[in-house]
């Protein structure tokens, strides 16, 4: 699994130009899978059916893409000015390195006035930011244009026995856990069909969730993705990283998938904790349940502590619980799906 989350992490692709990662993850599902294809947004879909006519179908569903910057502009001398896509937390721009995905991956760093020349308190906007590629400035215009992306540093770091750290766990380690259940079930025999999006855009407004459910309408749905992990400087509505998968409850979420899925953690003996929306959850699955006529659909998550920086880190143990989870559950499912009644 380590490793898996390691390769996902590595590729790059802000909302809006997942194409690299779209095409390396239907690469991985295809062993494992009926078919895979990739929808006209980018979004993948997968497909494993088990041969019963009439069968119920299940969607699971993380999304691929990961939160960057865009060039705006090229300076005259050559610096890159840029807008952010997604949430980037503008507190940790100055001093870090980025790659630029220009006409070739150029490296360069967000460089900012030392302390020794302007007020040490100073907190900069975005506005003021420049990338600087040590390049000469006929070259950088040359390689990037307008539109170009840029992507935060790739450093996946150990941190003790069970944690790693790096860019984009969000949420590319919920797609690790999808595909740790495609792998799980290929052998198994099945009462349902299953159905697996790996969705663009979740971090400019959930797009891929959307337009992917739309495309399967499947009799129910669970999302993966990440939730706020315990840090040493913040305990408030987070939960701590080693504790298994996080089951959400809430009005955005079917209280019958829900309940189903805390039954069968506790009856497989696998770690979860119950988070609480009373909302928007912040994830596809807020799109995923009203499509068409509306989805029964339920969210699990993963503890993710930095969350939108270039230092996300999980526990590899939350990752298997919510792989676990998930194949157990959709190896229990029959072709009745009258308790989904509400």
């Given at each position: 699994?380590?490793k ?6 590595s590729?790059?692709g802000?909302?809006?130009r997942e ?22 947004l ?15 179908s299940?969607l699971i ?21 840029f807008v952010n896509?997604?949430?980037v ?5 100055p ?19 030392p302390?020794?020349?302007?007020d040490a308190s ?6 003021e930011l420049?990338?600087?590629?040590g ?8 390689l990037?244009?307008?539109?170009d992306?840029v ?6 770091g150990?941190l003790?026995?069970h ?30 069909d ?12 959930c797009?891929?969730g959307?337009?992917?459910s739309y ?5 129910m ?16 509505n ?7 998968a ?19 953690a ?6 979860y904790?119950?988070?609480?929306d009373g ?14 006529a509306?989805?029964?659909?339920a ?5 993710l ?14 990752v ?10 959709i190896k229990g499912l029959?072709s ?7």
């Amino acid at each position: 699994m380590r490793k898996l989350i390691e390769k996902l992490s590595s590729l790059r692709g802000i909302s809006g130009r997942e194409t690299r990662v779209g095409e390396e993850t239907a690469a991985i599902l295809s062993p494992y899978c009926d078919s895979v294809g990739i929808d006209p947004l980018g979004s993948v879909i997968a497909y494993r059916g088990c041969g019963l006519k009439g069968a119920p179908s299940v969607l699971i569903e993380a999304h691929i893409d990961e939160i960057g910057l865009m060039v705006s502009s090229v300076c005259e001398n050559g610096a890159l000015r840029f807008v952010n896509v997604g949430g980037v937390d503008e507190r940790i721009l100055p001093s870090l390195e980025v790659t630029v995905h220009g006409a070739e991956d150029i490296p360069g760093i967000i460089g900012f006035m030392p302390a020794e020349l302007t007020d040490a308190s100073k907190s900069y906007k975005l506005s003021e930011l420049v990338i600087d590629t040590g390049l000469k400035a006929e070259r950088v215009r040359e390689l990037v244009k307008t539109g170009d992306f840029v992507t935060l540093p790739q450093s996946v770091g150990a941190l003790g026995k069970h944690q790693i750290s790096s860019k984009t766990m969000d949420d590319r380690a919920s797609l690790a856990a999808l595909i740790s259940v495609m792998k799980r079930l290929r052998n198994e025999k099945l009462c349902c069909d299953v159905y697996l999006s790996a969705a663009v855009q979740e971090e400019v407004g959930c797009r891929g969730g959307k337009t992917s459910s739309y495309a399967v309408m499947p009799d129910m749905a669970v999302a993966v993705d990440v939730t706020h992990g315990i840090t040493p400087d913040n305990d408030r509505n987070a939960f701590k990283t080693g504790a298994g998968a996080v089951i959400s409850k809430g009005s955005n979420l079917h209280p019958r998938l829900t309940d189903r899925l805390i039954k069968t953690a506790r009856a497989n003996g696998i770690k979860y904790c119950v988070d609480v929306d009373g909302g928007n959850t912040g994830t596809d699955v807020w799109e995923i349940q009203v499509a068409g006529a509306g989805i029964p659909a339920a969210l699990l998550s993963i503890p993710l502590k930095y969350m939108h920086t270039s230092v996300e880190t999980l526990d590899v143990r939350d990752v298997k619980a919510v792989a676990e989870l998930l194949a157990s559950f959709i190896k229990g499912l029959g072709s009745d799906t009258s308790w989904l009644s509400l």
